[in-house]
């Protein structure tokens, strides 16, 4: 079955600085592969789509990667700011898996 | 637009017992997707509706049932409530049929069964 590992439940880093998170996938190779926000009590917010045959993806200070080969995607938030912090969950399509999320904490 | 709205926000159950959770979407999207979230272990998704009248199973539909009898709603079933099914439900929709794009969801209902 699909499986979906985030790098890490937390990630605390100071304002200014760039946040990565990864989003790695076993078995099945995607079409595309989306990151979500998350704020505590409320549903998952859609943040970017990359598909496979993209290399990155930008949106305002959110970057992503997509890695077909390595089965990895990486989000970057550049220029980090305390609003920034949140859950962020990565998703594929097939089966519409979710990972678990990666909780942000960016310290002023 | 609301976006979707799902009813109740709380809800506590006894072991046993029986419920429907209500989910609408306003933004005519054809489909539409039941999820629980539980700590540690993401969002998993129960049942989903690639359009007004049909329905699938997803990863995990069992002591779950849905219908789906109009484009809007999307409603799921407790048939008899169990500890394990304490979670929150989460409803999403998707204006793309057989594929996904874009997930609207929901603000969430927090279940608790005792």
């Known amino acids: 079955s699909q499986k979906i590992e985030q790098n890490s439940e937390a990630l605390n880093i100071q304002e200014g600085k760039t946040a990565t998170l990864t989003c790695n996938y076993t078995n099945y190779s995607p079409a595309y592969l989306q990151w979500y926000r998350q704020d505590p009590g409320r549903g998952p917010v859609f943040l970017l789509l990359?598909?496979?045959?993209?290399k990155e993806k930008r949106k305002e200070r959110l970057k992503v990667t997509f890695d077909t080969t390595l089965k990895q995607s990486l989000f970057h938030i550049t220029a980090s700011q305390p609003a920034d912090s949140a859950t962020y969950l990565c998703?594929?399509?097939?089966?519409?898996?979710f990972g678990a999320g990666t909780t942000v904490t960016v310290r002023a | 637009n609301a976006g979707v709205t799902q009813t109740p926000k709380f809800q506590v159950l006894k072991t046993g017992q029986s419920m429907t959770l209500q989910c609408a979407q306003d933004?005519?999207?054809?489909?539409m997707y039941w999820y629980r979230q539980d700590p540690g272990m993401g969002l998993r998704l129960i049942y989903y509706s690639a359009s007004e009248g049909t329905t699938d199973k997803g990863e995990v539909p069992d002591g779950y049932n849905v219908s789906r009898l109009k484009k809007q709603n999307f409603l799921l079933g407790l048939e008899s409530a169990a500890p394990s099914q304490t979670s929150v439900y989460f409803c999403a929709s998707s204006p793309i049929s057989g594929g996904v794009l874009e997930q609207f969801f929901g603000p969430g209902t927090r279940l608790t069964v005792l």
């Open positions: 998703a594929l399509y097939y089966k519409l898996s």
């Open positions: 990359i598909r496979e045959n993209e």
């Open positions: 933004m005519n999207h054809n489909s």
